[in-house]
C-alpha cells in the first residue's frame, strides 16, 4: 500500500505534522528543509496515497494544480490548519479516501473534518465511498454522478449484485435481482453502458506459458479470454503462476504493464490447490504437475476456479475467484 505523506510550512505545522505521522503512519517533511514545495508535491502525487498539507489551503491548490487528473486516480489530498482546528478534504473524497482521512485526522488532533461532498453534507448514501469499502474499481467513474443526483433528489437506485448484500440498505437504495434494469451493478461481468458498474477486486488469473514468451501474446490471450467470459480487467487483483517462470521477461512486462502483482508456486504447492482441474500429461513432464494456470489462479485467490483453462499461441490463462461478502456498509460509522 503506497504511504501517506505530510508537508509542513513552519515550526508549529511540522510539530502536527509528526504528530498525524506517528499516528497514521506515513512520512512528515517541511518544506525548505530538504523539501520544495512543486518537488514534494510531484513525488508525492505519484507514489502516496495521500497528501496532507498542513498550512494554508492556497498553498496546496497551486501545488496540486499541475498533476491533477481524474478522481479515479487522484490520490487524496487534504489541508490541515497548523492550530489543527480544520481538515479540508480538497481532493478525491471518496474514492481516493479524502473524506475518510479528513475524519482519521479528526480522531488525531480535534479537527473539525470539513466535508463539501454533496453526498455528505446532505448526509445521504455516497456510492463511490461504498465502492471503495467494497474493495470495487469504479468502470466508468462519469456514471457516479447520475446515481448520486438520484439519490439527492429521493429516487431509489437500484443496485443489482449476483451476491446478497448484508445489513441494512442506505435510504434511497435497494437491491434488485433484476438483472436488465439497474442503475448500479456489483459484478465482475460487464453490464449497461449507462449504468454504475463497479467490479470487486476478486478475480486471480492463472497463467502458463512457453519460454520466452512476449507480453503481446499474453496481452493477445488475455483479450481473448475476457471476451470470452465477459469479465472486467478490472475485477482482477492479482496473476499467478509456477516458479518456474518467476524470470520470464514477457510475464513480467506484462503483469507490470496491468499494474497487477504475479505470485509464484512450485509445483509441489501448485499440486495442494483444491478443485478440479484440466490435467495435460506434457505440463506433467515439463512442470512437475498437470495444470499451471487453473491451479496457481485457485492459490492465489483462495477460492474456486471461475472460468477454465483457455489455450492458444503457447500460451493458457484462467480465472479463479476469492470469496466475496459485500455489505452496506460505506462509512466508518456503519452506514
Not at 442503475?183 to 486471480?204: F, K, M, N, Q, Y
Not at 495444470?291 to 483462495?302: D, F, Q
Not at 475467484?321 to 456498509?329: G, H, L, S
Amino acid at each position: 500500500m503506497k504511504p501517506l505523506r505530510y508537508l509542513s510550512f513552519s515550526d508549529k505545522g511540522a510539530l502536527l505534522a509528526e504528530r498525524l505521522a506517528a499516528a497514521l503512519g506515513g512520512e512528515a517533511s517541511r518544506c525548505g528543509q530538504g523539501a520544495s514545495l512543486a518537488g514534494w508535491t510531484q513525488s508525492a502525487f505519484s507514489q502516496a496515497r495521500g497528501l496532507i498539507f498542513v498550512g494554508a489551503a492556497g498553498i496546496a491548490v497551486r501545488a496540486i494544480a499541475p498533476w491533477v487528473r481524474s478522481k479515479s486516480e487522484d490520490p487524496a489530498v487534504v489541508v490541515v490548519d497548523e492550530c489543527g482546528h480544520f481538515a479540508v478534504p480538497i481532493l478525491s473524497g471518496h474514492l481516493g479516501g479524502a473524506n475518510d482521512l479528513a475524519r482519521r485526522i479528526s480522531a488525531v488532533c480535534g479537527a473539525v473534518p470539513v466535508l463539501t461532498t454533496a453526498t455528505d453534507a446532505n448526509g445521504v448514501f455516497a456510492v463511490d465511498e461504498w465502492a471503495k469499502r467494497q474493495n470495487c474499481r469504479v468502470l466508468n467513474p462519469q456514471a457516479i454522478k447520475n446515481v448520486s443526483s438520484a439519490v439527492l433528489s429521493g429516487r431509489t437506485v437500484q443496485v443489482y449484485s449476483p451476491w446478497p448484500i448484508s445489513g441494512e440498505p442506505p435510504a434511497f437504495v435497494e437491491q434488485t435481482e433484476n438483472g436488465e434494469e439497474y442503475d448500479v451493478r456489483l459484478d465482475v461481468c460487464g453490464g449497461s453502458r449507462t449504468a454504475l458498474c463497479l467490479a470487486p477486486r476478486i478475480l486471480a488469473l492463472g497463467i502458463g506459458c512457453r519460454r520466452g514468451v512476449h507480453q503481446s501474446a499474453l496481452e493477445r490471450a488475455l483479450r481473448e479470454l475476457l471476451a470470452a467470459s465477459g469479465v472486467q480487467a478490472g475485477a482482477v487483483f492479482t496473476a499467478a503462476s509456477i516458479d518456474l517462470k518467476r524470470d520470464e521477461p514477457g510475464l513480467l512486462a506484462f503483469c507490470e504493464g496491468r499494474g497487477w502483482p504475479c505470485r509464484f508456486y512450485t509445483a509441489q504447492e501448485l499440486e495442494t490447490a483444491q478443485g478440479d482441474f484440466t490435467a495435460s500429461a506434457f505440463v506433467q513432464r515439463v512442470t512437475g504437475v498437470d495444470n499451471v494456470c487453473e491451479r496457481s489462479a485457485a492459490l492465489a485467490s483462495g477460492g474456486s476456479l471461475y472460468w477454465k483453462k483457455s489455450a492458444g499461441n503457447g500460451v493458457t490463462m484462467a480465472l479463479a475467484i476469492a470469496p466475496y461478502a459485500p455489505t452496506w456498509r460505506w462509512q466508518d460509522d456503519g452506514k
